[in-house]
């Protein structure tokens, strides 16, 4: 995949919602779930699309939450939305995130280079920031498919 191609991919989702992100089941490819809407004006329906990032050599995952949200953030009824809703804090229960600022090729990236020479595959290194996470991520190839709404990309229990 070109980086023109790529950044083109990333720029869809830019300020939709990340409801999802993790190694698949397999643990080779990243996924990235994001429920993506327009203005109801436009009568263009919601959707939800899987980011695949394939052969993912690197998933690196920090907080983008400031340390004195997260004080204020430990509150188990705040993992539930009914329940956190009217409480300070960050309220993790909404089940999604922000993706804003958006996600972004970084073209001049020496680990993707290093292992772009070590295989002989193009493998690039994106950045995807929301507001409550920051995801970095070093792949080959980038696969972007529509999934129906709850998709739900593996249970521990193998019920998927």
């Not at 804090?89 to 922000?98: C, E, L, P, T």
């Amino acid at each position: 995949m070109d980086l023109e191609t790529l950044g083109r991919a990333l720029d869809d989702v830019f300020d939709h919602a990340l409801v999802y992100h993790g190694f698949t089941d397999y643990m080779r490819d990243y996924e990235a779930i994001v429920h993506v809407t327009a203005d109801p004006r436009t009568e263009i329906a919601p959707t939800y699309l899987r980011y695949l990032f394939r052969y993912c050599v690197e998933a690196h995952c920090r907080t983008s939450v400031p340390p004195v949200t997260w004080r204020a953030s430990l509150d188990d009824r705040l993992i539930g939305h009914e329940t956190g809703v009217d409480l300070d804090g960050y309220v993790w229960g909404v089940k999604w995130h922000a993706l804003y600022p958006g996600a972004r090729v970084q073209a001049e990236s020496a680990t993707a280079r290093s292992w772009a020479e070590a295989t002989g595959l193009d493998f690039h290194e994106v950045l995807i920031e929301t507001n409550a996470h920051v995801l970095t991520l070093v792949f080959s190839d980038l696969q972007v498919s529509e999934v129906p709404p709850g998709y739900r990309p593996f249970t521990v229990d193998g019920d998927g």
